[in-house]
């Protein structure tokens, strides 16, 4: 069964450092999200990208934030200067034509120390 | 506000029983409808959907859902909880390719 990738599984990081999440998508899919849920709390939306463009945003996604397709395949969340509240679990999901289901990654933890 | 409710954090059953968990949104349109499931330290697992025709769909492990359009509800439903279905669950609705997810809400199924 096709599966998104992320990597790194868990990563550690000084506050202030910059981060970069990757994912690999299913490779037929269009739709790319990603979402974070800090530990034991909700499913939070940060971005959707389509069409090699940010789609929508949350209030999250602020200019510490971005989003690219670096090479037309991998998916990448990069945080500029890390802040303590950024610890959370990040997830990457894709969808098909019509997006109208969404398969997830497992998702990188990540730990801002 | 587009919005999914999720009003139970935790929904306890012995095993064997019957479990409902509960799901309400507030979207405007019509919306797909998910259910997904995350075991601790893994990614959320697609269930089941409901997009149109028979309001009871069937899903994965044996879970189904019924979508009511007046109450604007779609609960996840099992005849016959098993342990190993103790998880978190996350409704979920879309509109336009963007999903809004409930809160979640921990099923705990004890022997």
């Known amino acids: 069964e096709p599966e998104v990738t992320q990597t790194p599984s868990h990563q550690v990081t000084q506050m202030g450092q910059e981060v970069i999440l990757r994912c690999v998508p299913i490779?037929?899919?269009?739709?790319f999200y990603w979402y974070r849920q800090i530990l034991g709390q909700k499913v939070e939306f940060l971005v959707s990208?389509?069409?090699?463009?940010?789609?929508?945003k949350s209030e999250i996604f602020d200019d510490q934030f971005s989003v690219e397709r670096p090479d037309g395949s991998n998916f990448t969340l990069k945080i500029r200067s890390t802040k303590l509240e950024d610890s959370a679990m990040y997830f990457c999901?894709?969808?098909?034509?019509?997006?109208?289901?969404?398969?997830f990654g497992a998702g990188s933890r990540l730990t801002v120390l | 506000a587009q919005s999914v409710a999720q009003p139970e954090d935790q929904v306890n059953v012995a095993e064997g029983n019957p479990l409902t968990v509960k799901c309400t949104y507030s979207?405007?349109?019509?919306?797909?409808l998910f259910w997904y499931v995350q075991y601790p330290n893994r990614g959320l697992q697609f269930l089941l959907k409901?997009?149109?025709?028979?309001?009871l769909v069937k899903g994965s492990y044996g879970f189904e859902a019924e979508f009511n359009k007046s109450q604007t509800s779609f609960h996840l439903k099992k005849p016959s909880a098993l342990v190993s279905d103790s998880a978190l669950y996350f409704c979920?609705?879309?509109?336009?390719?963007?999903?809004?997810f409930g809160s979640g809400t921990k099923l705990n199924v004890k022997p």
């Open positions: 999901a894709t969808g098909g034509a019509g997006a109208n289901v969404l398969t």
């Open positions: 490779s037929n899919h269009l739709y």
């Open positions: 990208f389509y069409n090699n463009e940010i789609s929508e």
């Open positions: 979207v405007s349109g019509n919306p797909y």
């Open positions: 409901y997009i149109t025709g028979d309001n």
């Open positions: 979920a609705a879309s509109v336009f390719n963007k999903f809004y």
